[in-house]
């Protein structure tokens, strides 16, 4: 569904030229989970910043199979929530379908259904200020599936909530990825979130960052405990770490 080619980033710092990103292939397949892992400032964010048409690439090309405006294309979902304060959820939600000019009451039912998918009905009317950090999370995951993009971006949505909390969200996440066949590029930091969400990781060395090694991961879907305490899934998270180191 998206094939990334060649794709680096230099940025001019004072007059010098820093590599944030080395030429990188990646395809990625419609439907298909893929985290993204490697250390800091390797260039996931940058990366994932070009795909989404955040970020101009200095060159390389990337084409996705089914053409549409990149505002249509793809959903980012932030590390911090990104909600407007003055905004009640369900309003947050809304926002990209007021602006596209959607007709009111669709955008209503919407945002409604997608507030249920992400477990915060009965928080419609709260501001953003009342609710906990994993529940703007859930609003800002709402708000990116708001206009049903083709692709998520999700810049390690979930790396500033405690333990308990993130791993209730990846589950929910694989349930709402699993209703909405979503094609997800997930970057993370944490071994175990990549093994347990995904198809397929993609390890990337450090800065200049490129991808080190690609893990195909097939435990069987829905995945749950079970899948936590299978060797292989250990197997798995040691590869990963030392691909890390
Ligand atoms: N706007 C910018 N101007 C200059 N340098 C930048 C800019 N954005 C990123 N960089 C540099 O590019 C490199 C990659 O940054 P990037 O944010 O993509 O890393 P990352 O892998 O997402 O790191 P982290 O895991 O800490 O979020 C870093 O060295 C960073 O300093
Ligand atoms: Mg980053």
């Given at each position: 569904m998206i094939q990334i080619r060649g794709v680096h980033k230099e940025f001019a710092v004072d007059g010098a030229k820093v590599t944030a990103l080395s030429p990188t292939d990646l395809d990625v397949r419609r439907g298909e989970f893929v985290s993204i892992i490697g250390p800091s400032g390797c260039g996931k964010s940058t990366l994932l910043r070009i795909v989404a048409g955040l970020e101009t690439a200095s060159g390389g090309t990337i084409a996705m199979t089914e053409a549409r405006s990149p505002a249509q294309r793809v959903g980012f979902v932030f590390q911090e929530p990104v909600l407007l304060p003055w905004l009640t959820a369900l309003e947050n939600v809304r926002f990209p379908l007021d602006t596209a000019g959607v007709a009111r009451q669709e955008a209503e039912d919407v945002a409604s259904r997608l507030l249920r998918l992400v477990g915060?009905?009965?928080?419609?009317?709260?501001?953003?200020?009342?609710?906990?950090g994993g529940m703007r999370q859930r609003v800002s995951i709402a708000r990116a599936l708001s206009y049903d993009p083709l692709l998520l971006l999700m810049d390690e949505p979930f790396g500033a909530l405690d333990l308990i909390t993130r791993d209730r969200l990846n589950d929910e996440l694989l349930a709402i990825w699993s209703e909405t066949r979503k094609t997800v590029i997930f970057v993370t930091h944490s071994v175990e979130e990549a093994a347990y969400l995904s198809d397929r990781v993609i390890v990337m060395s450090p800065r200049p960052g490129a991808i080190r090694s690609i893990y195909e991961v097939d435990f069987p879907r829905p995945r749950g405990e079970a899948t936590k305490l299978d060797p292989a899934f250990h197997h798995l998270m040691a590869n990963l770490r030392r691909d890390l180191q």
């Amino acid at each position: 569904m998206i094939q990334i080619r060649g794709v680096h980033k230099e940025f001019a710092v004072d007059g010098a030229k820093v590599t944030a990103l080395s030429p990188t292939d990646l395809d990625v397949r419609r439907g298909e989970f893929v985290s993204i892992i490697g250390p800091s400032g390797c260039g996931k964010s940058t990366l994932l910043r070009i795909v989404a048409g955040l970020e101009t690439a200095s060159g390389g090309t990337i084409a996705m199979t089914e053409a549409r405006s990149p505002a249509q294309r793809v959903g980012f979902v932030f590390q911090e929530p990104v909600l407007l304060p003055w905004l009640t959820a369900l309003e947050n939600v809304r926002f990209p379908l007021d602006t596209a000019g959607v007709a009111r009451q669709e955008a209503e039912d919407v945002a409604s259904r997608l507030l249920r998918l992400v477990g915060l009905a009965g928080f419609e009317n709260a501001l953003p200020r009342t609710l906990s950090g994993g529940m703007r999370q859930r609003v800002s995951i709402a708000r990116a599936l708001s206009y049903d993009p083709l692709l998520l971006l999700m810049d390690e949505p979930f790396g500033a909530l405690d333990l308990i909390t993130r791993d209730r969200l990846n589950d929910e996440l694989l349930a709402i990825w699993s209703e909405t066949r979503k094609t997800v590029i997930f970057v993370t930091h944490s071994v175990e979130e990549a093994a347990y969400l995904s198809d397929r990781v993609i390890v990337m060395s450090p800065r200049p960052g490129a991808i080190r090694s690609i893990y195909e991961v097939d435990f069987p879907r829905p995945r749950g405990e079970a899948t936590k305490l299978d060797p292989a899934f250990h197997h798995l998270m040691a590869n990963l770490r030392r691909d890390l180191q």
